[in-house]
């Protein structure tokens, strides 16, 4: 129903809503974490100075823990404006807040459905010692860091937004050290272009890190059910929206990444039961592999 609104006359800009996970500090906060402690884990470094994300949502609180964390510059990039600008300040607030307790980085207790899990969720003092945090959370920068919220598109401000990015040439090649997503890379309509577009972007030494969420997002009463619709059906449950899932399974995702060039450091696949039959799959999803069956997401 919600794809056919959106072939209705004056519906074309129906959107659909953005998660609302990132309105909580505290999910914020393990997101970042998240990638940094996987980073460190892997070998790799794990306190870079300039960082992207690719679909925010509802706010830049996992941008905003990169800043208060001493990164010194977040780019934002999505496809349709979500971030709620009213609710950046007091997602500061509470994030300073929990990094000046250096607060445990919140689990599957609190949120059941985040990922990659994590082992140890003791704050990560042996990358973020005191001095790091000391600089970034000093009150001049804090102020600073209000100043960029407010006023994102200034010359000196720490943050830019850019929404819609629709060309890689928004951001200088070789200029960023993290590009980081959490279940934003089902989304983007061109994966191709994107994976080549944060290819050219990472700076030699950099990385990328990204959860993704390989299910159907409720389209489906099955977790895989979406590889089961025709392109014609899909057509109509898009509608004309600017994105919805673009049904790439794991397997998809790592020849994109090889045929890009990047190294893989890890590869942590999230696994879930499967009752879909091989024949119930539609004709373009036929010769997925059998693990694509059963990876529900990967980190």
Sequence with gaps: V???????????????????????????????????????SHGLPATP????????????????????????????????EHADIS??????????????????????????KIFPHLTDHRFPTEFLPDDVLERALAPERIARLRESIASPTAAD?????????????????ASVDFIFSQAVMEHVNDAAATYRAMRQWIAPGGMISHTIDFACHGLGNRWNDH????????????????????????????KLLAETGFAVACDLPLNAASSLGRRELAPRFRELRDSDLVTSGAY
Excluded at 20 to 40: D, I, K, N, Q
Excluded at 160 to 172: L, N, Q
Excluded at 239 to 252: F, I, T, V
């Design 49 to 80: 100075r300039i960082v992207a994300e690719l679909g925010p949502g509802a706010s830049i609180g996992a941008g905003l823990a990169a800043l208060l964390s001493g990164v010194e510059r977040y780019y934002a990039f999505d496809v349709v």
């Design 87 to 112: 609710a950046n300040g007091p997602i500061l607030d509470e994030l300073v807040d929990l990094f000046a307790k250096r607060e445990p980085i919140p689990g599957l207790d609190e949120f059941p």
């Design 157 to 173: 401000s720490l943050i830019t937004y850019k929404v819609p990015w629709d060309d890689a040439r928004v951001m200088a090649p």
């Design 227 to 254: 590889w089961t619709f025709s392109d014609f059906t899909w057509k109509i449950f898009r509608g004309r929206r600017p994105y919805l899932l673009n049904r790439l399974a794991h397997s998809e995702h790592q």
């Design 2 to 40: 919600k794809g056919l609104i959106t072939f209705l006359p004056g519906m074309e800009d129906f959107k659909s809503k953005a998660a609302t996970e990132a309105l909580s500090s505290r999910y914020c906060y393990a997101v970042w974490l998240r990638h940094l402690v996987m980073a460190r």
